[in-house]
């Protein structure tokens, strides 16, 4: 079992970064992969990045390659994903979740999840 809890959204203008984390709460975060995705009002939630168990495999939606990075430090129990030259179509509610093993990239594989934080991005 495992909580999850993401901060670090915010309002920012295009270009811009941000760095979003998930702190996690159990017994064996090292066990999960994690996952970043994101919902814009009236879309469907959407892969952003995944990592594997201790951090040597991840994934990115295209959308996002090459600008965002995930990482996590199992020491601290938390997941991060840094955003950057962000654009105001990266604005939307960014929720981390989690799952054994595999980091997947299809929403409903994943069996935790937390709250979101808003991203809001200006032009």
């Known amino acids: 079992q495992v909580q999850l809890v993401e901060s670090g959204g915010g309002l920012v203008q295009a270009g811009d970064s941000l760095r979003l984390s998930c702190a996690a709460s159990?017994?064996?975060?090292?066990?999960?992969?994690m996952g970043w995705f994101r919902q814009a009002p009236g879309k469907e939630r959407e892969f952003v990045a995944a990592?594997?168990?201790?951090?040597?495999?991840?994934s990115y939606a295209d959308s996002v390659k090459g600008r965002c990075t995930i990482s996590r430090d199992n020491a601290k129990n938390t997941a991060y994903l840094q955003m950057n030259s962000l654009k105001p179509e990266d604005t939307a509610v960014y929720y981390c979740a989690a799952r054994r093993t595999l980091p997947v990239q299809a929403p409903a594989a994943y069996d935790y999840w937390g709250q979101g934080t808003q991203v809001t991005v200006s032009s």
């Open positions: 990592i594997s168990p201790t951090g040597s495999f991840t």
């Open positions: 159990g017994r064996t975060f090292s066990s999960y992969a």
